[in-house]
């Protein structure tokens, strides 16, 4: 194995393999840490955790167990693979969890780049964008778990980490791999080892993975990943991607969105206008009103037509809920809620699953005890159709502020017409 990858969460794994795959690399992502090595074939493994939003300790842990078994296959670099949007609070879980794989892996220093300008995410002046809106007006700053409201990336993750934080600005990252590399080895010089590095195009981070050849440990979206496939096939190290996908066939198919984000909530008000739709009310479930069976019973009911079963309201709706019940609590009944419900599904004959929010994602992968997932075609920009390894399942994971509108019926037809 060459580059070891650990994910915070399952949509932003299967994201990053996306992007290596298409740049050529043979990509598996595991299903939280494997008991067993890796296959001899598998050039790039991505231990996917669901470890964004959970306390900082167990987000340590479950990274340096990834970091200890990658280490075991050999890789020679790493990459901490978060979200996009930067997804933490100023405890963390991003700092803590890049401190302690510097120590571990014994890095002196780790750029920090979540850029990934292909869906609208940039950095300037080391501030997040989310198209043309800094991060903290994009709609995040409503998020109800990890709500961002400072753009600045030096900032926000400066009380998340023991380290001083440093910057290389634009103007250095247009000057090539050479000056972005200087930039980074200044900061690291001035006491500064996390370095927020700028980028606006596919070209920056093409020249910050070049610059990074040699750095024992990455950070970022998957968008720096873009660079790194070469520095391994200028060494004549790949073996080149078999095109062997299959598709998922004529099976039935299910859309679960758990993401409260504007973009999923534009996607489920333009799918319900054409399929099936049962809407989840968090009291209902914290109640006991509604149950993973009741909605199965639904499910089952209108499997013909890839019905959609969602939580996804409005920012507002969802502070008052969690006010009622707590915060914690109803996030973690909503997931266990979709998890079961996944169960449910896969037990009456579904093949296709389309689910929205890194959150429900990993609760739906976790639910069905999956093992490993093959990375396969793009569906739109960081979500690639993915299959189980071993298992007759097809899914598509979506973080939440990715796709379009009318992203869910999209990915049923990138899955083969599943249900239809």
Not at 221 to 236: Q, T, V, Y
């Amino acid at each position: 194995m060459l580059l070891g990858c650990i994910g915070d969460d399952f949509t932003g794994s299967s994201d990053l393999g996306n992007t290596l795959r298409k740049a050529g690399m043979r990509v598996t992502q595991y299903v939280g840490v494997p008991k067993e090595p890796a296959a001899p074939e598998v050039e790039v493994g991505i231990v996917a955790l669901k470890s964004r939003t959970v306390p900082v300790a167990k987000a340590v842990r479950l990274s340096l167990d990834a970091a200890d078994w990658l280490l075991a296959q050999g890789c020679r670099q790493f990459f901490f693979k978060y979200c996009s949007t930067f997804d933490s609070t100023p405890e963390g879980n991003i700092g803590p969890v890049i401190d302690a794989l510097t120590e571990r892996l014994g890095a002196d220093r780790a750029i920090v780049c979540p850029a990934f300008p292909a869906a609208g995410r940039t950095v300037y002046a080391g501030h997040l964008f989310v198209g043309d809106r800094l991060l903290s007006e994009s709609g995040m700053e409503n998020h109800p778990l990890t709500p961002m409201r400072d753009p600045d990336l030096r900032r926000w993750l400066a009380p998340q980490t023991r380290h001083p934080v440093g910057h290389v600005a634009a103007r250095e990252v247009f000057a090539g791999a050479e000056a972005i590399a200087a930039g980074v080895s200044r900061e690291v010089a001035a006491g500064r080892p996390l370095v927020v590095v700028d980028a606006i195009r596919d070209e920056d981070l093409l020249a910050i993975g070049r610059a990074a050849r040699d750095h024992r440990l990455l950070t970022g979206g998957s968008g720096i990943a873009l660079g790194l496939p070469a520095n391994f096939r200028d060494e004549g190290l790949l073996a080149g991607v078999a095109d062997d996908w299959s598709a998922a066939g004529a099976g039935p198919a299910v859309v679960l969105s758990g993401s409260c984000s504007t973009m999923t909530r534009s996607q489920v008000a333009r799918y319900v206008a054409g399929h099936p739709a049962l809407e989840i009310d968090p009291d209902d479930l914290a109640d006991g009103r509604m149950t993973a069976a009741l909605a199965a019973g639904w499910v089952r009911a209108h499997l013909a037509d890839a019905p959609l079963v969602y939580t996804s309201a409005d920012p507002d709706a969802v502070r008052a809920a969690q006010e009622r019940h707590g915060r914690d609590a109803i996030a973690a009944r909503i997931e266990g809620f979709f998890a079961e419900l996944a169960r449910e599904m896969v037990a009456a004959g579904v093949t296709g699953l389309v689910t929205a929010g890194g959150e429900t994602s990993g609760a739906v992968v976790e639910g069905l005890a999956l093992q490993a997932l093959e990375i396969g075609p793009e569906i739109a920009p960081g979500v690639p159709a993915v299959r189980a390894s071993g298992r007759p399942l097809w899914l598509a994971l979506k973080s939440g502020n990715f796709g379009d509108a009318d992203f869910f019926e999209t990915a049923l037809v990138a899955l083969q017409g599943a249900g239809r």
